[in-house]
């Protein structure tokens, strides 16, 4: 299995492929608008701008797991974000990122990350970085600004 053997559900509720995204360098985010990490909306906007003409993507995950940080239809959500954040990076339907729910997605990131099914996502903006050829190759924490992985989404570009 690769990433791009799932599909995932936009926010009008379509099914989209990941085989979109082939080729392309991805970091792929659970997000959350009434979280502390949300401001960091505004570095992933900066990290889109600078590199999305190079091959790079942002997929972005609402989920409401995390303390119920994500209240609201997928459309309030995005009318948020783009309002007060000025977003244009691909955002989906709202989905689960841990238990019985969880989205397959979410299942493999884990899984290719830790080596452990089931490892758990610990809170909202936690985000993985893929390669061009589909490969997870790195966590990172919520606590980790966008900021600090710019250096690594530029060598994945340049691979």
């Not at 590199?51 to 303390?67: M, V």
């Not at 290719?112 to 061009?132: D, H, M």
Request: charge should be negative.
């Amino acid at each position: 299995m690769k990433i791009y053997d799932f599909s995932v559900k936009a926010m009008d509720g379509s099914d989209v492929s990941l085989n979109n995204y082939k080729g392309k360098v991805l970091l792929i985010v659970n997000t959350a608008t009434g979280c502390g990490f949300t401001p960091q909306y505004d570095g992933l906007q900066d990290l889109y701008e600078k590199y999305q003409s190079k091959g790079f993507e942002i997929l972005d995950f609402p989920c409401n797991q995390f303390a119920g940080q994500a209240p609201g239809s997928d459309e309030e959500i995005h009318s948020f974000c783009t309002g007060r954040y000025g977003i244009t990076f691909p955002q989906f339907a709202k989905i689960d990122v841990n238990g019985k729910n969880e989205s397959p997605l979410y299942t493999y990131l884990k899984k290719e990350q830790s080596g452990i099914i089931g490892s758990s996502i610990k809170w909202n903006f936690t985000k993985f970085l893929v390669a061009k050829d589909g490969t997870v190759i790195k966590r990172f924490a919520p606590t980790d600004a966008p900021e600090k992985i710019d250096e690594y989404i530029a060598r994945e570009l340049e691979a």
